[in-house]
């Protein structure tokens, strides 16, 4: 097992130490750092979402208020979406606060299993029973510890409201995004003191919940290991869509597809080359939060604040979960249907198409170059650019078509809202109008009549 563990590092990092020297190597040097980024779940969704959400709106924003908002809300968000989970879990916890709780003498050992799966620490035949257990009961504590991170998102929205109240004294929409620049925009004193008061309510809720969670975490990975119980809400804590499938199974679901795509649904941390990474369990069970503490956050400014986000923000989410997967599904289909880039386009056994991770691109490189004669160093660069493009292709395309249809969305929203904001005037001024004609003194009538001309 530690042996198998070595040559595994040992590949990554010859791959990492590869340096495509010679001319014309700039572009695989390009693609393999392109390739590296895809293959980090943080980075990639970072840009994604940069490029989808932030950059159309910034484009479009319509007042120094509008763009410091949605500035704050989205860079923020990303902040807690893609990089608040590894540093947190991998920094402060895994070898900061955790570690120090278990004893000396297998403190070391324990910290190193903390990435590996449930399955590969209890299959581990070299260690004792109390370090398997130490490792699980810690790992649920630190992802116990990290639910401060989706509940921080879920508050997000409030604080957003609170900055740009303080920041600008604003809290209708359509003075933030200044909407009709004809008339003196008027703030309603009772929206902003309950913007005010709710957010305040809500960033309370958070810090109290944030630090339960990490005491609970704390006292889960202290004591974790002394019970069979608090081995299985350990264990329930990192894999709940185990827990889910069974539960659904004992209600009668027969349908085994259902049941294993739910079981494999987990709030364990990604392995990045034994160190703790976001998984997409985490990413979204933090993006839906996000999306009920927008909707939530909304309330405070009406009713259309609440349908705008259960129109854009349901497909923000799952693009962020989601990225352009299913358009790189589309892609390798029709490649290996043209029997285009046959040594990085395969169906595995079950007939799933597939394509090698980068670090499994010099083990293929050296194998091809053994059965063709040619050399592993210009396989290996071959098959990175192929790599590059099978990923490129369909990620820039899904940035596109995500970034066209959110545009389109918000647009088409600030138009409404303006209409409707028009026609609402324009009601108001009829009522005036039909009341000043009908007064036994004929002046107001003729004097708003003249405005009108």
């Avoid at 396989?379 to 099978?390: D, F, N, Q, S």
Wanted: aromatic share 10%; charged share 25%.
């Amino acid at each position: 097992m530690i042996t198998s563990v070595n040559n595994k590092i040992n590949k990554v990092n010859t791959y990492n130490n590869q340096s495509f020297k010679g001319n014309g190597q700039f572009l695989t040097k390009a693609a393999d750092l392109f390739i590296k980024s895809q293959e980090n779940l943080s980075s990639t969704r970072f840009i994604q979402d940069t490029a989808t959400n932030w950059a159309p709106k910034a484009i479009f924003s319509r007042s120094k208020a509008d763009f410091a908002e949605m500035s704050f809300l989205e860079f923020l968000e990303s902040g807690i979406f893609y990089f608040a989970s590894p540093l947190l879990g991998e920094k402060l916890f895994r070898n900061g606060i955790f570690k120090n709780l278990a004893p000396k003498t297998i403190r070391e050992n324990i910290n190193k299993q903390i990435p590996n799966s449930i399955e590969q620490i209890t299959k581990n035949k070299t260690l004792t029973e109390e370090v398997k257990k130490r490792a699980i009961s810690t790992k649920a504590g630190i992802v116990l510890a990290c639910a401060a991170i989706p509940v921080a998102e879920y508050t997000l929205s409030f604080a957003k409201n609170l900055f740009t109240l303080k920041t600008f004294n604003k809290s209708n929409f359509n003075n933030i995004a200044n909407l009709d620049k004809t008339h003196e925009e008027k703030e309603d004193k009772a929206q902003q003191e309950r913007v005010e008061k709710n957010s305040k309510k809500q960033l309370k809720k958070t810090a109290i919940i944030s630090s339960i969670g990490i005491a609970s975490g704390l006292l889960l990975a202290a004591t974790g290991h002394k019970s069979e119980k608090l081995q299985s809400i350990s264990k329930g804590i990192l894999e709940p869509g185990k827990v889910i499938a069974n539960g659904v199974g004992k209600l009668g679901l027969k349908n085994d597809k259902i049941k294993n795509t739910i079981s494999k649904f987990s709030l364990d941390f990604s392995n990045d080359n034994g160190k703790l990474a976001l998984s997409k369990g985490q990413l979204a069970l933090t993006a839906i939060l996000g999306l009920f503490g927008y909707s939530k956050a909304a309330e405070d400014r009406g009713k259309l604040d609440v349908a705008e986000v259960w129109t854009r923000v349901p497909l923000v989410v799952f693009y962020t979960i989601f990225g352009g997967e299913l358009f790189e599904k589309g892609f390798t289909k029709i490649l290996k249907n043209k029997n285009k880039f046959p040594d990085i386009v395969k169906r595995t056994a079950d007939g799933k198409l597939q394509t090698p991770l980068r670090e499994e691109l010099p083990k293929l490189a050296e194998k091809i170059a053994k059965e063709r004669g040619t050399s592993s160093n210009s396989e290996l660069a071959r098959l990175t650019k192929e790599k590059a493009i099978v990923t490129a292709i369909p990620y820039a395309f899904s940035l596109l078509f995500m970034g066209f249809t959110l545009s389109a969305i918000t647009r088409l929203w600030t138009q409404f809202r303006y209409n409707k904001q028009q026609k609402d005037n324009a009601t108001k001024n009829l009522d005036f109008y039909t009341f000043a004609k009908n007064q036994k003194t004929p002046e107001i009538y003729k004097q708003f009549s003249e405005f009108n001309k």
